[in-house]
């Protein structure tokens, strides 16, 4: 049996996504409050595989989620990606013109946000996630408050949908790493489908410097999916630059890695897993 720590109750997307990539093994959740739960679940107990969402097509990236991986010490083991889609639910004695507020995870609130706009009326309250506000509204028979989750968490605790896919843009969809203890990552991962690589790095304050690194990537043929910087918190100015690559050459891969080295500072590998 697999225990995956989540951020999120029965029914939030990370359970969902929990679901679809350990489709057809036996797997129990550890339901977490926070990202930093989740990790923490990790760090008590190696056993134990975390599951957290990376970047959203509509909302952007989780920044904190990269800064708590590359602290942790976990390895990414995998990916995979979920079409995201929103209903807008309450107690079934409810209608749309008794809610006065909307609760839901920030990032499912963003991904809402036209929706919203058009019902100003009602104030929006951030909630830890999607289906822990289903099941708070359900719990507490709460009247005059919806939530925005998935349908099927909208179900699985009995509130009515008043809207069905009330996200800004259909193409939305959030990515999710797979993650281990280093020292159990090889169980967890098909090392002969090794096909993407999640690196991390800062470079010098030279000129050129993160286009040379980008430059020798491109020459070993290495593709490049994201991008993404983040501050270096008590160095003004400087960044952290997380990259992520795929492939089909594996020593053409652990040659670039080799190649970029010396023009790197830090350089760490997040994790070398399947892409989805
Ligand atoms: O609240 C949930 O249901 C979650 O799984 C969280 C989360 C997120 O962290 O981005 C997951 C996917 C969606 O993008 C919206 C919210």
């Not at 006065?100 to 009326?121: D, F, G, I, T, W």
């Not at 280093?182 to 489908?193: F, G, T, V, Y």
């Not at 670039?256 to 080295?261: G, L, S, T």
Request: proline share 3%; net charge negative; hydrophobic share 40%.
């Amino acid at each position: 049996m697999k225990r995956i720590a989540i951020q999120g109750f029965e029914g939030s997307f990370h359970d969902i996504t929990a679901h679809h990539y350990f489709q057809g093994e036996q797997i129990q959740m550890i339901c977490c409050a926070t990202f930093e739960e989740v990790f923490e679940q990790m760090k008590n107990d190696p056993t134990v595989i975390g599951l957290t969402a990376i970047e959203n097509t509509i909302a952007g990236s989780l920044l904190h989620n990269y800064e708590l991986l590359l602290q942790s010490g976990m390895t990414v083991v995998g990916e995979d990606k979920t079409h995201i889609s929103h209903c807008l639910c309450c107690l079934p004695s409810q209608s749309i013109k008794d809610i006065k507020e909307v609760h839901s995870h920030p990032v499912a609130l963003m991904q809402c946000r036209k929706y919203l706009s058009q019902h100003q009326n009602m104030k929006i309250i951030e909630a830890d996630d999607t289906a822990g506000a289903a099941q708070w509204i359900a719990e507490n028979q709460v009247t005059g408050v919806a939530a925005i989750c998935h349908a099927d968490a909208a179900k699985l605790y009995g509130l009515t949908i008043l809207e069905n896919n009330i996200e800004d843009n259909k193409h939305n969809y959030t990515r999710f790493l797979v993650l281990s203890d280093p020292r159990k990552a090889d169980m967890l991962r098909p090392i002969n489908e090794t096909n993407k690589s999640s690196l991390v790095f800062s470079l010098p304050h030279e000129e050129g410097s993160l286009s040379q690194v980008l430059s020798i990537l491109s020459f070993y043929t290495m593709q490049l999916t994201k991008i993404q910087s983040l501050p270096i918190i008590g160095r003004e100015w400087e960044y952290m630059f997380y990259v992520d690559i795929t492939y089909d050459n594996l020593v053409r891969y652990r040659q670039a890695v080799d190649a970029i080295i010396p023009l790197t500072r830090e350089l760490k590998i997040l994790g070398e897993y399947k892409a989805a």
